[in-house]
């Protein structure tokens, strides 16, 4: 076990290892305190799940914003310049935010929060497909995953914690934890904008964003997208709702919700890197179909759960599909993206992830409210069986030609 931890170690540039190290710090602070604050938004201001759903929305269109400014950004002016704006950003509305007792006031610190967050996210990503040659990036994007889920194996405990004694400490917990990051990022983490990127650098404004025109005309990419869309909606009821729905239908208290994470948490750590190995020898629209199709299983059996006990089983497989799914998707991003437009490439994911983020819990806020809630999961089921089914029919171009193509493509943006 030793030994292949330190292969896996050497596979690597130091680089690299020091912003998963920064990664991994800074998502502990965002993991203690991003699955509990629905539950704590519902209690402080006695908030319908069905208004939560509409600041979803409000979120999205501010992330998405957030989101392409910062990937063109990313392209144009640098990975390391705009990550750490929005690292330092993001960090420093965290505070007020947990301090007010206005729910308007919340909103539009929690808006401004988002944007800063995503505003962010694009760099760190496309740094990462920086630092790798196209034959590692799917182990790459695999140990960034197992290093979120370390951290979420971390975070949800000690939230669960934290917020039975208080929950402004998560806030002055995730400020300080992001804080600390970014001043160790400022000093260590290397600025990886490569040489062909210098064409977006000399763009103005107008012509970097006229970029997004070319992530538009790439279909495979876009079709894929989609259907990660669908999945997606599915998921991010997983640290949103799904807290709430426990606790209200099954009496499942935070702290309890917050070993169910930890518990999925630690099985992408012990497990991501052989999975990752097995599922690089198969296509990666069949693996993308079996992770979605355990999606559909595992959400689908929340609906059906009365015990504790059943929703671990519940958890355990929706975990085997992530486990197969999400380095696949980042690394498809990578791996379509010509050199000088990962920036926006990755944007276009992330916010397809906030579009999801968005539609997703809205929609669940409708369907709660009623007397049948568990067609959240039903509904979350069938929705993520379609996706896998589309995953299956989706005619994939090989690595080297959709380089290839995407560079001809984008040559005259």
Not at 50 to 64: K, L, P
Not at 178 to 201: C, D, H, N, R, V
Not at 286 to 315: E, K, N, P, Q, R
Not at 378 to 386: K, R
């Amino acid at each position: 076990m030793i030994t292949k931890l330190k292969d896996t170690y050497n596979d690597f540039p130091k680089a690299f290892w020091t912003v998963m190290l920064g990664m991994f710090v800074d998502n502990i602070g965002g993991s203690l305190l991003y699955p509990f604050l629905t539950l704590y938004i519902t209690q402080k201001f006695g908030v319908s799940l069905i208004d939560i759903g509409w600041i979803h929305v409000a979120s999205t269109i501010i992330n998405v914003v957030g989101t392409s400014i910062g990937g063109a950004l990313a392209d144009k002016f640098g990975r390391k310049t705009i990550g750490l704006i929005g690292l330092f950003g993001s960090a420093l509305i965290t505070i007020p935010l947990g301090l007010t007792n206005s729910w308007g006031v919340f909103i539009v610190f929690n808006l401004a929060t988002s944007f800063m967050g995503h505003f962010a996210g694009p760099a760190f990503n496309a740094l990462l497909a920086d630092l790798l040659p196209s034959e590692k990036r799917s182990q790459g994007y695999s140990a960034m995953y197992v290093a979120g889920n370390l951290a979420a194996a971390i975070g949800p405990l000690l939230g669960g914690l934290l917020a039975a004694q208080s929950f402004l400490a998560l806030f002055i917990l995730d400020c300080i934890l992001s804080i600390a990051t970014g001043i160790f990022l400022y000093f260590k983490m290397p600025e990886t904008q490569p040489e062909e990127a210098k064409q977006a650098s000399k763009q103005n404004l107008r012509e970097t964003f006229a970029g997004y025109g070319a992530v538009l005309r790439d279909r495979t990419f876009i079709t894929l997208v989609t259907l990660i869309v669908m999945t997606m909606m599915v998921y991010m009821n997983y640290n949103t709702t799904l807290s709430v729905y426990l606790n209200r239908l099954h009496g499942i208290s935070a702290k309890q919700f917050g070993y169910l994470l930890t518990m999925n948490a630690s099985i992408i750590v012990l497990f991501q890197f052989s999975v990752s190995r097995i599922t690089a020898k198969y296509k990666q629209n069949v693996m993308m179909f079996l992770g979605a199709l355990l999606y559909a299983i595992g959400f689908s059996m929340v609906g059906f759960g009365t015990s504790y006990l059943w929703f671990i089983v519940a958890f355990v497989i929706v975990t085997s599909g992530e486990l197969i799914s999400s380095p696949l998707y980042q690394s498809m991003a990578a791996e379509y993206a010509p050199v000088h437009m990962r920036g926006r490439y990755m944007a276009f994911l992330n916010i397809s992830y906030s579009f999801a983020s968005a539609v997703g819990p809205l929609l669940a806020g409708y369907v709660m409210e009623t007397d049948h809630p568990q067609w959240v999961w039903y509904g979350g089921g069938i929705l993520c069986l379609i996706a896998a089914f589309g995953f299956l029919g989706t005619k994939m171009k090989s690595r080297n030609a959709v380089s290839n193509n995407m560079e001809g493509s984008v040559e005259s943006v």
